[in-house]
């Protein structure tokens, strides 16, 4: 079984950055994404990516803003968050599966962290 552990929320202050790490307990993936819980969406899509990177996608909400990004060597999934906004408030989830093109739908991922809050305050 592969277990995702996300690190890296916290508080911080609109304008402020933050960096979430996804570190997977084994294996390769053929692509991994984060999601986000907000009072407005359940598991809504943030971003994804190939394991091997290369075909990054966003929601719009974040573009320029959000990069993700990885470490295939200490199987690391990370998401470099900038200008950071309230509404950028949620629990971020790390979520890996075996298909090679980075979904945003999240009944495409079988793997699934168990979330790390962010808060942003105005």
């Known amino acids: 079984q592969v277990q995702l552990v996300e690190s890296g929320g916290g508080s911080v202050q609109a304008g402020d950055s933050l960096r979430l790490s996804c570190t997977a307990s084994r294996g390769t993936f053929g692509s991994w994404s984060w999601f986000r819980h907000t009072i407005e969406k359940e598991r809504d899509f943030v971003a994804a990516?190939?394991?091997?990177?290369?075909?990054?996608r966003y929601t719009d909400s974040v573009k320029g803003r959000f990069t993700i990004f990885g470490d295939n060597r200490q199987n690391t999934l990370f998401l470099q968050m900038n200008s950071l906004k309230p509404e950028d408030t949620g629990v971020y989830y790390c979520?890996?599966?075996?298909?090679?093109?980075?979904?945003?739908?999240?009944?495409?991922?079988?793997?699934w962290g168990q979330g790390t809050q962010v808060t942003v305050s105005s």
């Open positions: 979520a890996a599966a075996s298909s090679s093109i980075p979904e945003t739908t999240q009944d495409d991922y079988a793997y």
């Open positions: 990516d190939t394991w091997r990177g290369g075909k990054a």
